[in-house]
């Protein structure tokens, strides 16, 4: 030891570790700089960051949707109701791998490809931080389950909700209408934010026109929460404002009685009070299950709605346009009676066809052998064309279409359901500016009879009765008869809006053309009087109509297929209302290719008429809730 | 020693002289400790169960420390051979039949304790380069230099085999503080870390896979921010919303409402830095640096080579410790399990480091008076 201690220079020794030291010492202070560095680049630079992290950590605010308003009939029939169910929601953005956690969410609850199918459907179609329901109706072992493994899934919760039911289904499927999930669409639609935390938006019918007043306001609750997503304590609480319950002029069991009367046949039903415009009923068929939109259709269910030929989902009521024919010439009549063109008592020949000046063209008359000698009550009920043709070539074409137009042909009633078309009243402006074509004379003849480009909806046919049942004076067709304020408990009456007055030179003039209407149901040779007049306990007065789909060239047979046959036939219309005195309802009724209007919807009104005035029970009595 | 033993301590310093402690470094470590204390109280949530424990470990840890302060220095450059030996053999005994605790062969079951031998290599490393180059001449040559590699090499190996990164690398520096203090040159260091970044290929593709992982995560936290990533995301938060003077103590919402996982142990850091903010962390640094300082500044009064070396590695390897551990929370490197000294909940590397802190102060407090 010693031998090595001579070696040893220590002083040489003390110096190399002076200078160790102090490079060590200069290092460890770069490193503490380094830390300090980094904390205060977490700590100040990016503490508003770090700080909102560690908020959006600690507390959650969970929006508490409001409850969707009812919606019930004049008798408090509920029509769409909320029924309670837990669904599975996956709010996407907050899941990583969407396959992986559907797999392991598969062993807990049953997610079939369908459920899976649906999901990433309208995955696509929400935006990410949104929940999109993977199952619904869950049963209470399922609900169980979940909470139980609940840890292991981010991003995916249970909720407990209201789903909507609609009990009246099919029948007043295109009234009501359905809710359905909201897509983005949907939310750039309307204020978002009021959305939050909802799943269903109204589609269409009273549940779209409503959706405002339906809907109601979000209420939000802010949580803190610890890192396995427990609640803790409740920060924050506003109580969600339920959406407004509706009362509609609609009666259910009228509107079922529609339904059942159109049996199965495509065509539309509307029914109005004239008195107060408050439509008592409006069915479309064929129709559809309005439940299967709630909670997201499946595609095969939505395809072969879609690719039906019979169009379910189209509302004939609102959105069919078709030809009016025969039903529009008491409004002929009395343009004809107001300008002076015709006096009511003046007969007119009827050889059963008319040819115009310069013209082998032969208009014909649908009788083919003619009507003999008619006046204006006889030509109405007897619904003689060549009269209206001979009448047509007085009034011209203006007075037609400002007559039309007095009766609201041609535009919609804006009646407060959606997409309702308007239909066409044709003039030269129109022609000219739809056609850039001159108007023909040969023109004129088919408009006043309902016919060549004159169409019109269901619900202007009823509106046009209800003017007549009304003597001019009406209401604009509405279905909201009341609505009850949630927090207020408030019922809020719709004041009816009444329709610009007809103003007649001669008031008498409306009884000659309801003379002639009563007389299609109560004459003998009137065109209903077999089909609808017989056994009346009321007095009625109607108006048949049958619009050619397809003009026939001049001696063609017709084909002989029998779905060809069905597709060329006639529509078949008719317009009714009762009492005549007192009128309480009005009625259009229109079937697709069903022939003749007296004998196919002539008996359809006419039921309409009778269960409307029966004094049967209100249905479901169960279900109901007097407003 | 007999003198001192004849004449009782009079004053307060003749008394600390008397009982070899060193009072800066008391106060200081007594003071961390007990922040460490209150740290411990607020991240275990309000445990007083664990507070209590660990206290009780303090309690044991700093006795010790004492009680090694006692111990002539010349006896731990005498045992540290042997003791250096006896930890070899645990380690080969523990990959033998060893305890698995969390994946990895770390105990030794001793019936009464629990013991993890790794620890004790942490001391035993650098005391032991430090006495093989008591008796040569400085800087060393390259055959002495090969022989003290080959000293850390082996114990490192074994516990890196474990698998225990983080010890190992401890264990690593701590040899090396000995050799850079024994003079190794400096070309030969630059050479050492130029090697070092060209073998971390080969160190990678011998990683085992959640060692990779950590490493994927720490260049990239969204890489799996449930799960690995999910340490040091939340970390960050809870440092970053401690902003200038943080949340209170008891008041970091992160550690509290269990965001944080380990927050008690290895991630406690960022609860202190939840609720004292950046200007507690300053404060906690300084508090390290002056223990660190004081280690060098006994490292250099020391008047013998073993001595010198010994002080000054451990030392150093006090002060990895704190960059380890803070830079691994603060998101600076990947994870390695290596505690906040004296404020992570734990008992081995507690005591060993109480321990190395007494033979410190054994160092200071036995210098022989020289005539100069």
Redesign the interface.
Known sequence: MAVDDAIKNHAAERRLFVLRTVVAGAVLCVLVGVLISRVMFLQVWRHGYYETRSQDNRMRVQVMPPVRGLIYDRNGVVLADNLPAYRLEIVPEQVDDMDRTLSRLSRIVEVRAADRDRFFERVAKTPRFRGVPIRLNLSQREVARFEVNRGDFPGVDIRAGLTRHYPLGRVAAHLVGYVGGITAHDLSLVNDKRYRGSNHIGKTGVEYSYESRLHGDPGSRVVETNASGRSLRELEMNRPTAGESLYLTIDARLQSAAFEALGDNDGAVVAIDPATGGVLAIVSKPSYDPDLFVDGISHANYSALVGDLRKPLFNRALQGQYPPGSTVKPVMALAGLETGSIDSQQKVWCPGYITLPGSDHHYRDWKRSGHGWVDMREAIFRSSDVYFYKLALKLGIDNIHRYGEMFGLGERTGVDLPRENSGIMPSRAWKHGNRNLPWYPGETLNTVIGQGFMTTTPIQLAQMVSLIAGRGTSFKPHVLRAARNPGTGKLVKTKPKPLPPIELKDRRHWQVIVDGMRAVVSAPRGTAYHYVGQNLDYTLAGKSGSAQVAGLAQHQAAPDLADVRRQLRDHALFIAFAPIEAPEIAVAVLVEHGGGGSSVAGPIARQVIDAFRSEQPVLQASNTHRP | MSTSATNAPSSLSEWLVYWRIDLQLLIALICCAALGLFVLYSASGQSQTMVFNQGIRLGIGLVGMLVIAQIPPEWFRVAAPWVFAFGVFLLVLVIALGDTAMGAQRWLDLGVLRFQPSELMKLAVPLTVAAYFR?????PTMRDVIVAAALIAVPVVLVADQPDLGTALLIAAAGG?AL??A?LRWRVIVLLILLAAAAAPLLWFNMHEYQQGRVLTFLNPARD??GAGYHIS?S?????????FGKGWLNG??AH???LPESDTDFVFAVY?EET??LG??AL?ALY?FI??RG?FI??KSQD?FQ?LAA?SLS?TF?IYV?VN??MV???MPVVGVPLPLISYGGTSMVILLASFGILMSIHTHRKLLAT
């Open positions: 008796d040569r001449s400085l800087p503080f850079y203090f003079g921010p449930t939340q960050k938060i809870a440092i970053g919303s401690g902003g200038l919402s992160q409402l269990n965001f830095a903010g950046l962390v300053v640094l640096c660190v300082a060098l490292a250099m080579t010198r000054g150093l002060f960059f803070i830079g603060a998101g600076l």
